[in-house]
């Protein structure tokens, strides 16, 4: 893909970058090969261990968005799609894991939940 923008304009480069997420309505927009690559080094990064508090206060709907994020669907659309509920719902879902998690995004809750056989 580098060779295809190597004559394109650095500020026509971000615009599309811009207009891409700005469709994605706020989601991260990357292949399924670049986040396996993201969640390894992320992954060899440290993340705490759960504790027994910290997975039992998970809810059902949590577990489940959970379940779609390690999955591989990274978009809050999809993982709507998936589950039968709204994008709203979803990033309720996420956000409340994210806090029980201790964690600040969703790579980094995937990771936690990998780690803690979640995903």
Same mark, same amino acid.
């Given at each position: ?34 986040? !396996? ?18 997975? !039992? ?39 409340? !894991? ?22």
């Amino acid at each position: 893909a580098a060779r295809r923008l190597d004559g394109v304009d650095h500020e026509v480069r971000v615009a599309s970058f811009h207009e891409v997420a700005r469709h994605a309505g706020g989601d991260a927009v990357i292949s399924e090969k670049v986040g !396996a690559v993201v969640l390894r080094e992320l992954a060899r990064r440290r993340v705490e261990t759960a504790t027994p508090e910290q997975l !039992a206060s998970l809810t059902p709907d949590e577990r489940r968005v959970i379940a779609s994020l390690c999955s591989g669907l990274t978009a809050s659309g999809a993982m709507a799609e998936a589950l039968h509920i709204s994008i709203h719902t979803v990033r309720m879902h996420l956000n409340s !894991a994210q806090s029980k998690a201790g964690v600040a995004d969703r790579t980094q809750l995937a990771v936690w939940a990998a780690r803690n056989g979640l995903g």
